[in-house]
């Protein structure tokens, strides 16, 4: 439950690749030089950058005491816009991928008890999570659904833990039943859920009417881009630059900065890694992104300027 390091860029070895299921495959990543790779805590994930161009994000999912070994298990989306594809096609043992990270957006948060649910590959960021509530001896269960048993990977890693885990195929048993999970809401235990959209929707609806706030926390694989048929201009100071930046509205404000030759650090540009998070010092933004808990956003002290705009017409940033 320790911080990760800084995050740093490297260029990593595919040192070992297994096919977990028919469309899920692990990766194994080391450094070409032997060295050891900096500490990750449960919950981060690591860019890998594309010999396509695109930069994806993975969740972290081996042993944060192995320094000298990265895992990631990525699932071959079936409307893969490039890169899952590119990694189960392309990115064989003996391949070198380019990286950035550790970067931690779902840290595992101190608890008394712990519940876990995981649907799909969302299973991915729950395996270190568990490993360090076992060996805290913090109590736990996981709950982890898929479309079939053959699907659900890691299952013979999970098979140790016996009953605390509870493997739920949906086509022998239908959906989660995440009221009958989480019917009574228990003092000091966090829930930890990581999945599809359909999933998370649900389990925040309703830990949101029973549960006390903050008790949930929630990983998502993408953010709720924001519909801009009805966007206005908006106008953005830049403190540092001393340059103010009319941002159209049909722009992301990280496009304008771009455009206007600011040097932004950005990735994803779809409001899931963390990477354009910028300080406002003026004006309310209206958040986008999946990367800001809800007290962050109250804030309004930062934002990612990659999917987020502003409630009203003009912004003042730390740039």
């Not at 840290?107 to 799909?120: H, I």
């Not at 694989?221 to 206005?232: E, I, K, M, N, V």
Request: with cysteine; charged share 25%.
């Amino acid at each position: 439950m320790t911080a990760s390091d800084p995050e740093v860029d490297l260029d990593l070895v595919v040192s070992n690749r297994r096919m977990l299921t028919a469309d899920i495959v692990a990766l194994e990543l080391t450094s070409e030089t032997g060295a050891a790779l900096p500490f990750w805590a449960p919950g981060a994930h690591v860019e890998m950058k594309l010999g396509n161009g695109l930069a994806r994000q993975y969740s972290l999912c081996g042993d944060p005491a192995d320094r000298h070994c990265w895992t990631v298990a990525v699932l071959r989306e079936p409307n893969s816009r490039g890169g899952s594809d590119y990694i189960h096609d392309k990115l064989d043992t003996g391949a070198t991928v380019a990286c950035r990270g550790p970067r931690n957006n779902f840290p595992l948060e101190p608890a008394g008890a712990y519940k876990f649910v995981a649907g799909g590959i969302g299973i991915t960021p729950m395996l270190p999570m568990i490993a360090a509530a076992e060996a805290s001896e913090v109590p736990w269960t996981l709950l982890y659904g898929g479309r079939s048993l053959d699907s659900m990977a890691f299952r013979d890693e999970l098979a140790r833990y016996g009953d605390k885990v509870r493997m739920h195929p949906q086509d022998t048993g239908g959906l989660l039943d995440l009221a009958a999970e989480l019917a009574v809401p228990e003092p000091d235990v966090a829930v930890y859920c990581c999945g599809p959209e359909p999933l998370l929707a649900a389990i925040e609806g309703h830990c949101e009417t029973y549960w006390p706030t903050g008790a949930l926390h929630v990983e998502r694989f993408r953010a709720d881009l924001p519909d801009l048929s009805g966007a206005r201009a908006i106008e953005v100071e830049l403190a540092q630059s001393g340059i103010t930046v009319i941002v159209p509205a049909d722009k992301s404000i990280l496009d304008a900065l771009l455009e206007a030759g600011i040097d932004v650090d950005a990735s994803c540009e779809e409001g899931t890694c963390g990477t354009c998070e910028v300080v406002v010092l003026e004006g309310t933004p209206e958040h986008h992104d999946v990367v800001l808990t809800e007290s962050e956003r109250a804030g309004g002290d930062c934002m990612m300027v990659c999917v987020s705009r502003a409630q009203g017409s003009c912004l003042k940033l730390d740039l």
